[in-house]
Nanobody, 122 residues
Framework: EVQLVESGGGLVQAGGSLRLSCAAS????????IGWFRQAPGKEREGVSC????????YYADSVKGRFTISRDNAKNTVYLQMNSLKPEDTAVYYC???????????????WGQGTQVTVSS
């Protein structure tokens, strides 16, 4: 069974940092790109970042570029999202998802985690 489990969310003050983890099981992470998405209350789910399976190339939404870093450890079957200089507008439920292609198109992904809450206080 394919499973993705996010962890690392929490409450942090503006300017602080968090590292989210996405642990995969039931499949080999090497074969999949992983995307991070977030959804704030009353808003649509949006793509934040993704990392490819082939060459580790990455993509970041403009809103997080320079503050967030995505990385993967295939030996641990885990992808990370390091979030620095957090802002109140980063508050959302963060999800990871797996797809053969690195994309931030929500509809492209078949496998999703359950999400982890990130709350940034001002």
């Amino acid at each position: 069974e394919v499973q993705l489990v996010e962890s690392g969310g929490g409450l942090v003050q503006a300017g602080g940092s968090l590292r989210l983890s996405c642990a995969a099981s039931g499949f080999t992470l090497d074969d999949y790109a992983i995307g991070w998405f977030r959804q704030a209350p009353g808003k649509e789910r949006e793509g934040v970042s993704c990392i490819s399976s082939s060459d580790g190339s990455t993509y970041y939404a403009d809103s997080v570029k320079g503050r967030f870093t995505i990385s993967r450890d295939n030996a641990k079957n885990t992808v990370y999202l390091q979030m620095n200089s957090l802002k109140p507008e980063d508050t959302a439920v963060y999800y990871c998802a797996a797809d053969p292609t690195c994309t931030v198109v929500v509809a492209a992904y078949d496998y999703w985690g359950q999400g982890t809450q990130v709350t940034v206080s001002s």
